[in-house]
């Protein structure tokens, strides 16, 4: 059993918080997916994990136990850098066998782990081959070998396909995933990139300015963000949120969004609690690949054609009106003239109220 | 708000030479300065080569260029090969260099190893530990000569050390003069290990390390599998520069000691000095220093091809 | 104004490779990419056309004239590069005003134009910091304006948002291609991220080892690749590809049971080939009985907007992507059919794309 368990996690540097409170519960052979911008603290995390820095406050917990004072050379877990930090002046087979060796194990132990994990990651023909020079792909593999070998219950990896080339990405991602699922392990990943975060993980944890913002599996992040920032986050592009003005009209509940027009709320338990809430100023969220052109609905959202991108199987279309933009996903092949004027309708089911004020969303526990 | 339009004159149009016609160009422009240089080189060479096989001195009255009258073949190298006092500096350079070359590596190491953590007054230290390398050769052997005599600083200190009271004249005996010239040798350069292995020991990465400590590596097994491993170059090189600078070791001993007691710390170059000045035998001189040339290029070559190698 | 044309250029560097009888005429005013994985000579071409390496063979032209002796300066050229050289001593107001302040171009015009450029970029409030202050995004923008400060004839760029955030990335694409129609001059671009090259590009050249493989608009590389290693670069998830062969007027799968019918109009194909459709083509309808190319699911990829379907089709992996979130469990029996509009067809042996012009008969 590998559980992590992190209390009221803090770090600040000076004046400076890069983490506050953090509390994220990782469960046993998780996939857990650190995801946020540049400086949200993702990395200061993980390196409060693995020891390399010290907690200004809080406790972690690895299966119950406490490690917070416990020294990074003991705590026992794997952990993968981005730029791998291979021992270059040593063969494979050495970088491999290091973490066996630090142990003290008999030789001829050492030899058939060694053995054993090359071949399964295929690394058996280079194993006596210095590990300078070799293609980031392969320098992966040893990183992810090299930690896996001493068998640690708890998997560390920072942004570890940062430098990886695009086309590669993709492979090394099912890779990873899978030798996840092979050893067994909890694994914590930091990235900045919610599609890989969305691929990989079982669940993610989105974090921004060092504070947690949402934690769920990849389709709850999506469908149910919590907040504003969680929902500008996750997807590509992120949901539109649009800003105006709940109003009642013959029982029916709505939002003015000026001169784009007015949208109704057909979804109960939102317009509910934003009745119930009494709130005014909102922010109405959508996601673009909900939204539909449709002309013949006269309650349709009016708004222009400012730029197109035809990325290939989808072509996105930013629109604007007045101050606010949207942005709508479409199939390959949609046209769409610079300027025109496009009636947009919402999924209604798919809409998302949020309180302008605190970025949270309405009608959630 | 639009980008406006800006014009910048653009750099007049110059024909770009392609590499060959600039390498050529390069060598015609710096013929006079190569012939120079060799000229330099080689004729102190050439000359020395020629006089070795003479038994010309200045004392007989003629110019070198004459010294073919006075030719004997290889006696001159017959005597480097056999002369006892010769090789008895020899022998006494290499017990110099075996004692000082590796104490002075081990304690810039050690000192280097220090400086690539943080402690209290840190800057200090630094500037402190450089000077010796500052002070002049000359200046320190008079320094050291001071420091050693029966009435010095030295036995002051070990006077409180050990309660009773010392006087040893430590330039007067043969094996103390040796040692007090090999602590001498080392107090001033042990520095320049310290700065390039310290250099080198900045230069291995961070990350390494801190991933070495994850896999269970203690403070020496970082050192021994990860640090010296990539030290190892730099660590040839800083051997190699004091080595041969040691071989050629001079005047801080020759202010000490001048060579003495005796002949008892004679050292090859105080010996090429005292048959050069005093007894004037310039051809038997310039035997040896080819002989030492041949010597220190089969020590440096080697070094540097590894060098060369490290990429 | 700059018309770039490079015309039968070769380089080698001793025994490798880097570009390889490269001909290609980049329009005026266009924003043109060069993509390709590592090494497949992107980096070359952009430095042959600055001027910091002379081509072995042929000749580069700008606006007609040939510039193959000319130096990079003279060239009338402006250059981000991948490692952004920003000078570390200089703010970034300072970085900025460089180009212009060194030809001696008059303050008020330097001002001006500075400032609309931070401006476009989102750099306005971190004008007085220094590099070292900066954060990476931060100082990849303040090297791109450096390099639009200049009026240049034509603007290089050597990957230049790769270090930004996914976030920022998809922003900053935007906001150069506003930036580039807006100031009208060629751009040269070179990038490894598709979806980037696809967004920002008027046309683009795909690379493979130093030689190009074709060049078009983004859309019709995506569309219609001419080959079987374009088919396999453009697109993520990237193409399906089943061996076959055809058997009057039917192709035939290697090793499944699964045919379709394709018109003999297709001209000369040779037998071995390959059918090619991209995850996004392919429908897939449950229970796999039917007419189409049967599997079961291996696993299913919720991507929120998408969802990837990975089935095992005999021995092969074939991916579909659905819209939305449509649920199926491990195993669960599947077809796929993929329509006759979007299916194209690889010779095997030199990676052709064959019955280009051939009209593939509807299936039913």
Known sequence: MATISLQRLSKHFGTFSALHELDLQVRDQEFMALLGPSGCGKSTTMNLVAGGIDASAGKILFDGRDVTDVAMGRRGVGFVFQNYAIFTHMSVRDNLSFGLRMRRLHRTEV??????????????????????????????????????????????????????????????????????????????????????????????????????????????????????????????????LLEGRLYEEGGAIGVDLGVIGRQRLTEGKQAAAARRAGLADVLLGFRPEDITVDAGNPGALKMAVSFVERIGHRVVVHLDAGAQQVKMVARNGFAATLGAALPLHPQADRMRLFDKASGLAIGVE | MSV???????????????????????????LPAQLLLAFIVLFPLVMELYISFTDWTPLVGKNWVWAYRYWNDFDN???????????????????????????ELLLGLGIALLFTGDFFGKRFFYSILLMPMMVVPAVAGYMFFM????????????????????????????????????????????????????????????DQLQMATLLG???????????????????????????????????????MTSGGPGDSTETISVYIYKVTMQDLEWSYVATIALFILVVLSAVAIPAIKRFGAAR | MARIELDHVSKRYGDVVGVRDVTVTIEDNEFFCFFGPPSSGKTTLL?????????????????????????????????????????????????????????????????????????????????H??????????????????????????????????????????????????????????LIYVTHDQEEAMSVADRMAILEAGSIRQIDTPQTIYDAPNCRYVAALIGAPSMNFIPGAIVADRFQADGLAWTLPVSSATGPVSAQI?????????????????????????????????????????????????TGQPKFSIGEPVAIAVAPRRRLFFDRTDGRRVGAEARIAEAV
């Open chain 3, 47 to 127: 430095r042959l056309i600055l001027g910091l390496e002379t081509p072995d063979r042929g000749v580069v032209r700008i606006d007609g004239m040939v510039v193959n002796h000319l130096a990079p300066a003279e060239r009338n050229l402006s250059m981000v590069f991948q490692n952004l050289a920003l000078f570390p001593h200089m703010t970034a107001r300072e970085n900025l005003r460089f180009p212009l302040a060194e030809r001696r171009v008059p303050a008020a015009q330097i001002v001006s134009r500075l400032d609309a450029i931070a401006e476009k970029l989102h750099i306005s409030h971190i004008l």
């Open chain 3, 274 to 322: 390959e059918i090619a459709f991209r995850p996004e083509d392919a429908t897939l309808a449950r229970g796999g009985a039917g007419e189409g190319l049967n599997g079961a699911v291996l696993s299913v990829e919720p991507l929120g907007a998408f969802t990837v379907v990975v089935v095992a089709c005999g021995s092969y992996t074939v991916k579909a992507m659905l």
């Open chain 2, 147 to 206: 420091l050693f005599q029966s009435g010095g600083p030295v036995n002051a200190i070990l006077s409180a050390l050990t309660g009773s009271q010392v006087a040893i004249a430590w330039l007067s005996h043969a094996n103390l003069a040796l040692a007090a010239v090999m602590i001498a040798d080392i107090w001033q350069w042990t520095p320049l290990m310290f700065l390039i292995l310290l250099a080198g020991l900045l230069g291995v990465p961070e």
């Open chain 1, 111 to 240: 030899d058939r782990r060694v053995s054993a994990m090359a071949d399964l990651l295929q690394l058996g023909p280079l194993l006596d081959q210095r590990a300078s020079g070799l293609s980031v792909n392969i320098l992966q593999r040893i990183a992810i070998g090299r930690s896996a070998i001493v068998e640690p219950a708890i998997f560390l990896l920072d942004e570890p396909l940062s430098n990886v080339d695009a086309a590669f990405r993709a492979i090394m991602r099912t890779e990873l995933k899978s030798l996840q699922r092979q050893f067994k392990q909890t694994m914590i990943y930091v990235t900045h990139d919610q599609l890989e975060a969305m691929t990989m993980a079982d669940r993610i944890a989105v974090m921004d300015g060092g504070v947690l913002q949402q934690v769920g599996t990849p389709l709850e992040v999506y469908n149910e963000p919590r907040n504003v920032f969680v929902a500008g986050f996750i997807g590509s592009p992120g949901m539109n």
């Open chain 3, 129 to 186: 910091k220094r590099p070292v202050h900066l954060s990476g995004g931060e100082r990849q923008r303040v090297a791109i304006g450096r390099a639009l400060m200049r009026d240049a004839a034509c603007y290089l760029m050597d990957d230049p948002i790769s270090a930004l955030d996914a976030r920022l990335r998809e922003e900053t694409r935007v906001e150069l291609k506003r930036l580039q129609r807006e100031i009208g001059h060629t």
């Open chain 2, 4 to 30: 406006e339009a800006v014009k910048a004159p653009i750099a007049p149009v110059v024909v770009q030479a392609g590499d060959a016609e600039i390498r050529r160009l390069g060598l015609r422009l710096t």
């Open chain 2, 217 to 255: 590596a203690g403070r020496w097994a970082r050192l021994r599998h990860i640090v010296l491993p990539r030290i190892s170059r730099i660590l040839v090189i800083a051997v190699a520069i004091r080595t041969i600078e040691i071989f050629k070791i001079f005047d801080t001993l020759y202010i």
């Open chain 2, 77 to 103: 190298y017959v005597e480097v090969l056999t002369n006892a006092r010769l090789w008895g500096s020899i022998v006494r350079t290499f017990v110099v260099m075996i004692v000082c070359v590796p104490t």
